[in-house]
């Protein structure tokens, strides 16, 4: 089996996560994924081989200034054009495809198992990718829909145009290089007629629409059992939980005044904080005993001692701290994560933060929401309702698939 995705940490330790239970089934697994060490690393540990490709996700993420969407075009060309160099050298002797992660890398990864006659699926760990009545479509940097257009179907209309015009010629002038015709949907190509949906049901409910079968196979989790480092239980041993701050793979150019706010905004209800560095390299500016910085960390082992995660509300996260029964506060910054806020706001495990952004003061706000007993008791609740399995499901969806 082949797993191929390009993105963030939230795209490829969901690939992990179904990478391990495919070997434990008896597959062969390999993965494609960005080149940087940290992905490299992860897989490593678990005894998944990972074939590179493409510019460092991190880098291409943390780019100041970031891509502007004239740039997009380009990128997806040399994206696509490394994807297919590594992949088809990856895919030989492979069964079956997993596409997953951007979506300019996952038509190239479609593309190639065409080119070699395999199976190929067409994976997204949130929704909001996948057509549908029931909601609009993300628009991409630069390209925002009319104001005027509130209709989901003709969003998702000018969706279709927006991806054709971003990533129709670097992909079909890399399809030609391989012999492959040329595609008139990129979008569509991509999703096929029957994706997987990999997030928990609880968390993300789909609601089925007439023209696309979606597989929702619950959210694909990688157990955790890396030890949390000595420094850092004694400090939780030595007081009342903390809450966390981390976001992620999210750039935050204002780091270390969001570092600050959202230790301040802690303090502010009488907590201890725990704060994550991330690709921001968030730290807070000063050096009190009530704040332990860390760097690389087991959430799964950690959230779970939190009084209250905050975070940016990638979907990894998200879910990691509602299977924790952690009370959460959103603080989303780009593309899915407004969604994410929402649900947790829905569910009534946590506050969403308005805007990317905070104030002592508006985080402060969110925070006492998030802190109350009764927010507490709902997250708990809601913990015991996510489902642990999507990557069994998935590797036996697939394994069977293959079978036949």
């Known amino acids: 089996m082949l797993l ?18 495919l070997r434990a089934l008896g597959a062969e697994v390999r993965v494609c994924a960005p080149p940087d060490e940290d992905f490299a690393q992860r897989l490593a540990g678990v005894g998944v081989p990972m074939v590179p490709f493409g510019q460092s996700a991190r880098t291409l993420t943390t780019a100041a200034p970031p891509p502007s969407s004239a740039d997009l075009p380009r990128r997806a060309a040399e994206l696509i054009a490394s994807q297919f160099d590594a992949v088809i050298t990856a895919a030989e002797g492979c069964d079956a495809l997993v596409a ?16 070699l006659g395999i199976r190929s699926v067409s994976v997204t760990f949130q929704q909001l990718t996948l057509p549908s009545p029931h909601h609009p479509p993300l628009a991409y940097p630069g390209r925002p829909f009319p104001p005027e257009v509130t209709d989901n179907r003709m969003l998702w209309d000018l969706d279709a145009q927006s991806t ?7 992909l079909n002038t890399n399809r030609a290089s391989i012999g492959l015709p040329p595609v008139d949907n990129v979008r569509d190509y991509v999703i096929g007629d029957r994706p997987w949906l990999a997030t928990d049901p609880a968390l993300d409910p789909w609601r089925e629409t007439p023209d696309l079968g979606v597989v929702q196979t619950g959210a694909w989790i990688l157990p955790d059992v890396r030890r949390l480092p000595a420094e850092l239980v004694a400090f939780l041993d030595a007081g009342t939980p903390p809450v966390y701050v981390g976001f992620g793979s999210m750039p935050m150019r204002t780091s270390q005044d969001i570092a600050q706010v959202a230790v301040e905004a802690i303090r502010a209800q009488g907590r201890r904080a ?7 390299d968030l730290a807070p500016t000063d050096d009190r005993d009530d704040c332990f910085v860390v760097g690389e960390v087991n959430q799964q082992a950690l959230f779970g001692r939190m009084a209250a995660v905050v975070h940016h509300g990638g979907a990894g996260t998200t879910t990691t701290a509602a299977r924790a029964g952690a009370p959460q ?11 994410w806020a929402g649900r947790v ?4 495990i946590g506050a969403a933060h308005s805007g990317p952004t905070p104030t002592t003061e508006s985080l402060s706000a969110a925070l006492r929401t998030a802190l109350t007993p009764e927010t ?28 036949r």
Do not use: H, M
């Open 274 to 280: 725990v704060v994550t560095r991330g690709w921001a």
């Open 345 to 348: 706001t829905d569910l009534g």
């Open 376 to 403: 507490r008791a709902r997250a708990r609740a809601v913990a015991g309702t996510i489902r642990t399995d999507g990557a069994t499901v998935a590797a036996k969806l697939l394994l069977d698939a293959t079978s």
């Open 4 to 21: 191929s995705t390009y993105g963030s940490r939230g795209d490829v330790e969901p690939v992990a996560g179904l990478a391990v239970r």
């Open 100 to 115: 997953t992660g951007v979506l300019p890398a996952a038509a190239g990864a479609r593309s190639v198992a065409e080119k």
């Open 329 to 339: 506060v959103v603080v989303p910054q780009a593309a899915d994560q407004p969604y």
């Open 164 to 170: 054709n015009a971003l990533f129709g010629e670097a």
